[in-house]
């Protein structure tokens, strides 16, 4: 049985500015829960009804379910899980492939980021301030999993790129072409929001430009679909 | 003034039976209107409120919009459109480079693809019954104008492509690295299911399947992010 003091707070883990209060955030269905559990994520509360086969920390009702889900149609299950936010080292952008997010907005787009990134092996993604909140159940669904797996780092932005050695090429509709990419075994890669490309601050830190080559009519391309791009040509074999 | 009777009418150009039967079909959206409108678009009817600054057939108050639109928030402008599906023509496939998507049923995959596929001017985009229905407003508005621009064909896909002769390439999880396509001026590149891939009957006529490295934990991409891999390859000058 769930308190009514519960079932506040786990409604109000909906918004951003509660789940920083509370160091939490809350995941729900059946398909993400079991992958981040396969992923080695721990979390602290597992609610879940009858309908849920696996590992809980409390079984309640289907009303109960109901009024705690963040969803219209809720599932079986909905875990509580500790924010532990992770803070850049010293030096480490210089080692490896960093992806670094300048104000890409919608979390779908920042979740299928996590996936790619992932599915690539890059070393990390750093993530600015205007992002999508990491925590956001809409970021953690739409990355597959790939949320519990992906070094992800909420920074500042150009004062963590001002500080790193290697080149930081930002996508942008001119540059260099994306073909240029292979090979590079330490770099970090910035994309920038969807309606406004790379911020002013950001674009002061640079090093180059890199472009896809436009041959038709569309205005721009997806974030998520230039950052699938980026990385294939990143890990390339240089020719 | 609408009457209850066209009311009725575009509310029930909502579903894909409704919009088959009257061959009609509705976009909603300052931004999508004018994309369309600029693209070369010509809509038969355009209901507008004061506050849409473009070409209109009728104004209408923001009362009316609202009991009018598909959507809980209305914008100022909701335009009607005749369906005007495309045919292939024989021995088209053997010309050029054709996406075709297999199954693929989220919407905004859909739309996100046909902008890639403006992007990188591919010839053609095909789509299986089982896919989103191109005449959605999600599918649409994903693809942000590049629906105008795109020859888009619905088709029987196994059935089209048993007649290509030019090599028929589908994704999966396993086959020749993406990164054999550069340079390839006629093919046709299959982008399956985003749970199941690409389907049986399907899978019997390609000629090979083509892969994108996994080199870390994430069990798939996108289907959009894949197609779009996909065309940066093709369009690469092949070394």
Redesign the interface.
């Given at each position: 049985m769930l308190t009514r003091g519960q079932f506040q707070r786990l409604k109000e883990l909906k918004e951003k500015k509660h789940r920083e209060a509370l160091g939490l955030f809350v995941v729900e269905g059946e398909k993400v829960v079991s992958e981040l559990l396969a992923?080695g994520l721990v979390f602290s509360e597992i609610y879940a009804t009858a309908a849920w086969g696996g590992k809980r920390t409390e079984m309640i009702t289907e009303e109960e379910m109901a009024r705690a889900s963040h969803f219209p149609t809720p599932s079986s299950v909905l875990a509580v899980g500790e924010i532990q936010r992770k803070t850049l080292g010293a030096g480490e952008l210089n080692k490896g492939l960093t992806l670094a997010l300048d104000g890409v907005q919608d979390p779908?787009n920042v979740g299928?980021i996590l996936?790619?990134?992932?599915?690539?092996?890059?070393d990390r993604v750093l993530l600015s301030p205007t992002c999508a909140d990491l925590y956001s159940q809409k970021v953690i669904n739409a990355s597959?999993?790939?949320f519990a797996?992906v070094r992800s780092i909420a920074v500042n932005l150009p004062e963590a790129l001002g500080e790193a050695e290697v080149p930081i090429l930002g996508c942008d509709l001119e540059g260099d072409s994306?073909?240029s990419l292979a090979g590079l075994n330490a770099a970090v890669i910035v994309i920038g929001s969807e309606g406004r490309g790379i911020s002013g601050e950001v674009k002061a830190v640079l090093s180059k430009r890199i472009t896809?080559?436009?041959?038709?009519?569309?205005?721009?391309?997806?974030a998520?679909?230039?950052?699938?791009?980026v990385c294939?040509?990143l890990?390339?074999k240089s020719?």
């Open positions: 992923a779908g299928t996936r790619i990134a992932d599915w690539f092996a890059l597959m999993g790939s797996r994306v073909h896809i080559a436009r041959l038709g009519g569309a205005e721009s391309l997806n998520a679909v230039a950052a699938g791009i294939d040509n890990r390339r020719s």
